[in-house]
Nanobody
Framework: QVQLVESGGGSVQAGDFLRLSCAAS????????MAWFRQTPGKAREFVAG????????EFADSVKGRFTTDRDNTKKTVYLQMFSLIPEDTGVYYC??????????????????WGQGTQVTVSS
């Protein structure tokens, strides 16, 4: 089992940069696929980005391709989401999630067994 804690959210202006971190505790992190989802009020949780257990493969939602990157440091049990050129549509609560399967990177939140508590990102124009 793994526990996840996100950090790094905040309020920024359009065009700014934010880096989210997700620190894991417990066993098995290095074998898990890790992903980022976001949610706004009244909407379903949507996939943003994911990284395979090794860090060698990543996936991104079309809405963030070319603006977001994600990577992980298995020695620190931490996964990161780098968000460049933020736009107001990126506003939401960002969640870190872990899938014990390791591969592939699923975009369906139902595939993920563990979740963090979320961190708010607000982008104003």
């Amino acid at each position: 089992q793994v526990q996840l804690v996100e950090s790094g959210g905040g309020s920024v202006q359009a065009g700014d940069f934010l880096r989210l971190s997700c620190a894991a505790s417990g066993r098995g992190f290095s074998s898990y696929t890790m992903a980022w989802f976001r949610q706004t009020p009244g909407k379903a949780r949507e996939f943003v980005a994911g990284v395979s257990w090794s860090g060698g493969n990543t996936e991104f939602a079309d809405s963030v391709k070319g603006r977001f990157t994600t990577d992980r440091d298995n020695t620190k049990k931490t996964v990161y989401l780098q968000m460049f050129s933020l736009i107001p549509e990126d506003t939401g609560v960002y969640y870190c999630a872990a899938d014990q399967g390791g591969w592939p990177i699923y975009t369906d939140p139902e595939a993920y067994e563990y979740w963090g508590q979320g961190t708010q990102v607000t982008v104003s124009s």
